[in-house]
């Protein structure tokens, strides 16, 4: 008994968004983790959107609410970056202070 994989297929606009988090500053790792793609994937993506030739299946419709959680995730990935180097920047000026 063979198990069949499934290939998930995008619409342009998650892609886009997708490479817009990357040309925004956020890695690829953390990008793709916060989107839920293999960071190869986005990599992909992003060197085929800089070519001009980014594509997307037509097929799946991404609907408002999923593009806003996708939004939301990634700012709160970032906002959880800023987090954690303000919290590593404050235990260093701690150390410095003694």
């Given amino acids: ?16 968004e997708a490479v817009r988090l990357v040309e925004g500053g956020q890695s690829i790792a953390a990008a793709a983790r916060t989107l839920g793609v293999v960071d190869q994937t986005l ?8 070519l001009g030739k980014l594509t997307g299946a ?3 419709v991404v609907s408002a609410e999923q593009m806003e959680i996708s939004r939301l995730r990634a700012e709160l990935a970032r906002v959880k970056m800023e ?3 303000l919290g590593k920047a404050m235990a260093y000026f701690a150390k410095a202070a003694k």
Avoid: C, G, H, P
């Fill in 43 to 50: 990599f992909n993506w992003v060197k085929a959107a800089r």
């Fill in 83 to 85: 987090r954690d180097i």
């Fill in 1 to 16: 008994m063979t198990k069949t994989i499934r290939r998930a297929r995008y619409t342009l606009e998650f892609k886009q």
């Fill in 58 to 60: 037509d097929s799946k």
